[in-house]
């Protein structure tokens, strides 16, 4: 009757014992597009939104990256110039003549607006090959000796 009770114990300790982890972080690690405004188009009946009358397109920069934990490490797809609704994700494509309207009536540079920074381009290049090399040297760095003398007891 002892032995019995002791199971009974250990069974409903180890029920108790056990947690289950539900809530895992997530990296996001893929290919991610990325809208960014670089123009404020003036707000005229020009660039009014299909959907919504009282809201006006600004012009946007649409690429595509492979990013890992949130740091790009390269550019899967060119940067290309688009409409883009403030605020939101919604973007319209533009036709090369539609694009070539805009630029000449604003002055932009399309050159300058296509351009991406240095963080996008190179940051998680940069990050990736310090990585990887900080795992080399750990693997293969230089072991120090050590001069262990012996004492005199």
Not at 11 to 35: C, Y
Not at 54 to 65: A, F, K, M, P, W
Not at 119 to 139: A, E, R, V
Request: hydrophobic share 40%.
């Amino acid at each position: 009757m002892n032995d019995i009770k002791k199971i009974f114990l250990l069974v409903i300790i180890s029920l108790f014992s056990f947690t289950t982890a539900s809530a895992k972080l997530k990296i996001p690690i893929g290919k991610i597009d990325k809208i960014e405004i670089v123009s404020d188009l003036p707000n005229t009946d020009e660039y009014l939104s299909k959907e919504e009358s009282n809201v006006h397109l600004d012009l946007g920069r649409l690429h595509q990256e492979y990013s890992i934990a949130w740091i790009p490490v390269w550019i899967t797809q060119e940067p290309k110039l688009v409409l883009v609704k403030p605020d939101s994700d919604r973007y319209y494509e533009l036709s090369n003549e539609q694009l070539e309207k805009i630029i000449s009536t604003n002055k932009l540079d399309k050159n300058q607006l296509l351009k991406l920074g240095f963080y996008t381009q190179y940051g998680g290049k940069i990050i990736l090959f310090l990585l990887l090399c900080l795992i080399f040297y750990g693997l293969f760095g230089k072991e120090k000796k050590k001069d262990v003398k012996p004492l005199n007891l």
